[in-house]
């Protein structure tokens, strides 16, 4: 479609990249906005193109470039990056006339079916099938609705707001699976190592988030199945950070379901009013390590 005021912002999900159409009044007020201003992800990618008779602005990336992320779901993969507005300093460096602005973008493409544009061949295993033949486990981490029946949609929380989030595998044909979430750790950017940093699960299992005071964070109990774990924390933001953008980073992992819970592989949550942890399955001293914050293995 046609770029418009009534539609700033265009996105073209193609097989190995994306293309960003940005009209240059962003914000529908006839003010048009710097190209220079304008950047693609967490990267800042520059603009590939400037069209000066329609006033617009083109970015093209590959999936993987200028800092976006990818989300694998049982269906889709989703790669996310964000389009970036920064205005620069007016003249007058006193007063400002535009605020930042940024604007999350998402491709989605399908996984249940082959994903070449090539024909298969006849003598070719087609992709879905070798999936299923070599048993791979297929993890997802996703923020849910408040009833937990459908993926919230991806837009802003404001502080006092609860994150539903639910860990899943895909375990095709394997045999019953029982998924943990090992730690979650909260940062500025992708990843753990960054500082600040923040954990949410953290010990094998354990959710310390929930145990400051002025929590609800707490895994969900019972799981709906043994291949599921959800859990719910309270919405927070780093202090002295401008962006209000957090990156969530877990580990998930899997044990046979017939295995017993053990110290190192648990979901312990806090109980304030019994003041102790208490773990979703298993017996309560899986959990006392939550306490000590030693649950190596002996």
Known sequence: RAISSQQPVMVQCQEAQLVVTVHRD????GRLVNAADLTL?????????????????????GLHECGSIVQVTPDSLIY????????????????????????PIECHYPRRENVSSNAIRPTWA????????????????????????AERPFTGFQLGDILNIQAEVGTESHVPLRLFVDSC????????????????????GCLVDGRSDDTSSAFITPRPREDVLRFR?????????????????????????????????KACSFNKARNTWAPVEGTRDICSCCETGNCESP
């Open 41 to 61: 992800g967490p990267a800042a990618c520059k603009h590939s193109s400037l069209n000066h008779a329609h006033n617009t602005v083109t970015f093209t990336a």
């Open 233 to 265: 924390i309270d919405v927070f933001r780093f202090a002295g950070d401008a962006r209000n953008l957090i990156y969530i980073t877990c580990h998930l992992k899997v044990t046979p379901a017939d295995q017993a819970p053990d110290p190192l592989n």
């Open 126 to 149: 087609p992709f879905s099938s070798t999936l299923s033949a070599e048993e791979r486990l297929v993890f997802s981490l996703r923020l849910m609705n408040e009833d937990w029946s």
């Open 80 to 103: 996310r990056t964000l389009l970036n507005y920064d205005p620069s300093p007016a003249s007058n460096p006193v007063i400002i006339r535009s605020n930042p602005a940024v604007i």
């Open 26 to 29: 962003l914000f529908g007020t």
């Open 185 to 204: 750790v909260a940062a500025l950017s992708p990843g753990t190592d960054s500082s600040p940093h923040y954990a949410i699960i953290d010990f094998n």
